[in-house]
């Protein structure tokens, strides 16, 4: 076989590719320090980082609060976060290296003094553990706050330094509430940072099964010829939640499913699964195609038949009886924010055409799963008595996120016996089977990204804005026509959902 990386050595090649990503000279600074995200998510990934060495040796970490904090309680709080949440075991020397290099810098956004002891606290850093001026900020606080924040980084010279160093910023979402927020977010992002400076995140992106994604599509060849109109009937995304909304009703009431999670790690899942090959994977590569794809999106005329929105009502889940959604704590009795959301979407292409894409999220629904299931068409023919092939459904593809993450095919096989009866059966790749490493939490690859200054897995403004512009109409159509369906907790959403599919001669997934 010729050796098509043109040199001499194909293995060395290949194992120099493994090498592992080790950020350089930098600390990171998170906004939000005391939230739950920071808590639960970016404190252990940074541990985490730190444990596998792939954090720089003088490694900084500052946290920005409204809090009457000294250094080593901030230590103190990382410290039990990682205990708990963090996905590596704990050891000791590494835990006491990372922690030499925490800070805290006590303070609301608008204060000035507390921005200038950030800056000093930010030299005394470059001095006393060699982070060279390069620094990330991560705003891990409501969007309200974004435009204080970045103005104060400017402000107090935070957001840039000379040649040499860098600093980048960190949004999380949700990123804006609608179009027209959005756009202005960006419009005052894009004033204080470079558009290579602002890493977006949408945390899908980094999960090792979404990555995958592209992977099983352009890595083989096939998958590839079956990928279109001529294959496909249709495509369901489901992202199912057990949970119910906890203790963040200040953030979910209002807001909603849609645009929760649909606005981004959906319509992500759905751009990575309809787009065309780009030329590369770098982050130019990439957006090009995503947002190629995102423009062709199409919603339904009639929203009122192709949309379904739910509430869930008490019920069972895991053997224990769980409050509606209503009665959750700090949730307005009279709230019509939807905790289920289901969407039909059509992408008007070439490879597309006449193929739904159906979206649905919930929370309290059956159990946590989430999972792309592109669906096959039936075969143009069959030769078999139909009583043979009673039992026989769709082929169908399907990619598991979480949990029990991989891949699995349906088709159908002879029954063994001296009748002919086909049956679904399933082909299953898993990835604690194949792997031995386990795969790092999205969090991890993503941080590590942004320290490196690689944007391949963050979505750009123009697919932020694209997203908003899809959900915008559906958003403003349920906002005047009635309210959410409820559905008991432990089912699987609204009997309108099962409907709306049903009208178009297709049944959803029971994952
Ligand atoms: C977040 C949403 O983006 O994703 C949450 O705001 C949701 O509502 C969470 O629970 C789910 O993430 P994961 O990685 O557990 O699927």
Do not use: C
């Not at 645009?259 to 590569?285: C, G, Y």
């Not at 055409?353 to 159990?367: I, S």
């Amino acid at each position: 076989m010729s050796n098509v990386s043109g040199t001499d050595n194909p293995l060395r090649d290949a194992q120099d590719r493994r090498l592992p990503r080790i950020a350089g000279p930098s600390g990171l600074v998170i906004f939000g320090v005391t939230g739950d995200l920071s808590r639960k998510k970016l404190m252990p990934a940074v541990y985490d980082l730190a444990n596998r060495g792939l954090l720089p040796p003088g490694f900084s970490l500052i946290g920005f609060a409204r809090r009457d904090w000294e250094d080593e309680d901030f230590a103190q709080v990382v410290h039990d976060a990682v205990k708990e949440h963090s996905r590596t075991t704990f050891r000791e020397e590494v835990w006491q290296q990372l922690a030499q290099g925490m800070r805290f810098v006590p303070g609301e956004f608008h204060d000035d003094e507390a921005f200038e002891t950030l800056r000093a606290t930010i030299e005394e850093l470059d001095k006393s553990r060699g982070t060279g001026g390069n620094f990330a900020f991560y705003l891990s606080v409501p969007p309200k706050f974004f435009p204080t924040v970045v103005s104060q980084l400017k402000k107090h010279g935070l957001s840039d330094v000379g040649p040499g160093s860098w600093r980048r910023a960190v949004i999380e979402k949700p990123f804006g509430h609608d179009l027209k927020s959005a756009q202005e977010l960006n419009s005052v992002i894009h004033e204080v940072f470079r558009a290579s400076s602002v890493f977006r995140i949408d945390h899908y992106l980094g999960k090792e099964t979404v990555q995958n994604i592209l992977a099983l599509r352009f890595a083989n060849t096939m998958f590839e010829p079956l990928w279109n109109r001529s294959y496909v009937d249709h495509v369901q995304i489901t992202m199912a939640e057990d949970i119910g909304i906890g203790g963040r009703a200040g953030y979910y009431d209002g807001i909603g499913s849609a645009r929760d999670v649909i606005q981004n790690h959906l319509l992500q899942l759905l751009a990575l699964t309809a787009m065309e090959e780009p030329t590369s994977f770098d982050a130019k590569a990439l957006v090009t195609e995503k947002l190629k794809v995102l423009n062709s999106v199409r919603l339904p005329k009639d929203l009122g038949k192709h949309t379904v929105r739910g509430q869930y009502a008490a019920g069972w889940q895991g053997g224990e009886k769980v409050p509606g959604y209503l009665d959750e704590e700090g949730i307005d009795p009279q709230s019509k924010t939807d905790t289920y959301a289901a969407i039909k979407l059509a992408i008007d292409n070439r490879r597309w055409a006449g193929v739904p894409f159906y979206l649905r999220t919930g929370k309290r629904l059956g159990r946590r799963v989430t999972e792309i299931a592109v669906v096959f068409q039936r075969a143009p023919h069959s030769p078999f008595d139909t009583t043979d092939t009673q039992e026989l459904g769709e082929n169908a593809l399907v990619i598991r996120v979480q949990p029990d993450e991989g891949v699995t095919i349906r088709f159908g096989s002879k029954v063994p016996g001296t009748q002919m009866e086909i049956r679904d059966v399933t082909m299953d790749f898993a990835y604690g089977e194949s792997f031995t490493e386990s795969s790092p939490e999205a969090y991890e690859r993503l941080i590590l990204d942004v320290l490196l200054g690689d944007a391949n897995l963050f979505p750009r403004h123009q697919e932020v804005e694209r997203s908003w512009e899809i959900l915008d109409p559906v958003e403003e159509y349920w906002d005047t026509h009635g309210k959410p369906e409820q559905y008991p907790a432990g089912t699987w959403g609204p009997q309108s959902a099962d409907e709306m599919l049903a009208r178009d001669g297709r049944i959803w997934r029971r994952p």
